[in-house]
């Protein structure tokens, strides 16, 4: 039985794939790093679901600046909560799901 099925009990697994996807809380932070410099952290995307690293290419190139994917979490360098969020959204990730903490 797949993690899926197992979370879903017996819908099928295109439904289940979307009960999934909404269900998860995609948080976008900033935060403060060493001579003030700032990192804009994304969490709560499911690795089993999205390519992280794929993903993080992507933000970096349409918003220009340096970053990584580790430990489950995108980090891009400067403040682009706002426009991390709006390309999400353009991406097809739920507006009711992604939180930015100010």
């Known amino acids: 039985m ?7 009990g017996g819908l099928p697994p295109e439904l289940c794939e979307q009960l999934v996807r909404e269900q998860q809380v995609i948080k976008i932070r900033l935060e403060k790093r ?13 690795e089993r679901e999205v390519n ?10 349409r918003l220009a600046t ?24 353009e991406m097809g990730f739920s507006p009711d799901t992604i939180v930015v903490i100010t």
Request: aromatic share 2%.
């Open 34 to 46: 060493k001579f003030g410099k700032e990192v804009t952290i994304i969490e709560g995307i499911d």
């Open 2 to 8: 797949s993690d899926l099925e197992s979370l879903c």
């Open 66 to 89: 340096g970053g990584t994917a580790k430990n489950g979490k995108i980090e891009l360098q400067g403040d682009h909560r706002q426009a991390v969020k709006k390309i999400l959204e």
């Open 52 to 61: 992280l690293k794929k993903l993080a290419s992507q933000l970096k190139s």
